[in-house]
């Protein structure tokens, strides 16, 4: 989680409140219980790592926007499909590893799954949660290329 490290401000989502907000989203609804079940797992064995490591509770600091967004699966999927058609448009040489045509198989696995346990309604509400904790984030953690776009498409719209 390079993305992640401790941090002390009031603006900064714990992977604890991400757990509880899918825990929120998915209530009384079975089959996306189980649907998310594995980002759950993922969440809290990463909870149990940091604090293993480091003794206190992860917050989001450097990359806070983009690790924020990240958590709606369908913006990481868009984001994941979009990176990889920019960086095809290199050699393979140059490509970033993770986008390399060595990668092809991870990449379509891991979208694959999102495929498999993605349900709108669960996702959307992960989504509305990490927009109203993005916009609190201080301007230089902010995308503005990212914030420019939702201003011209609206967050209804997305």
């Excluded at 996306?32 to 980002?39: G, K, L, P």
């Excluded at 003794?55 to 450097?62: D, F, N, S, T």
């Excluded at 709606?72 to 960086?87: G, M, V």
Aim: hydrophobic share 30%; with cysteine.
């Amino acid at each position: 989680m390079s993305n992640c490290s401790r941090g002390s401000g009031n603006h900064q989502r714990s992977l604890s409140d991400y757990a509880a907000e899918i825990k929120q989203a998915t209530a009384g609804n079975r089959d996306a219980q189980i649907r998310y079940a594995s980002i759950l797992q993922s969440v809290g064995t990463t909870r149990r790592s940091w604090l293993a490591i480091s003794g206190e509770q992860p917050g989001l600091a450097r990359g806070a926007g983009e690790a924020l967004l990240g958590q709606a699966q369908i913006l990481s999927s868009a984001r994941t499909l979009y990176r990889w058609a920019k960086e095809h448009e290199k050699p393979d040489a140059a490509r970033k590893s993770g986008f390399q045509d060595g990668d092809r198989n991870e990449t379509i696995d891991r979208l694959t799954h999102v495929e498999c346990q993605y349900l709108p309604d669960v996702d959307r509400k992960l989504l509305d949660g990490a927009l109203k904790e993005y916009h609190r984030l201080e301007a230089k953690d902010r995308d503005t290329a990212f914030d420019t776009a939702l201003g011209q498409i609206g967050v209804d719209r997305l």
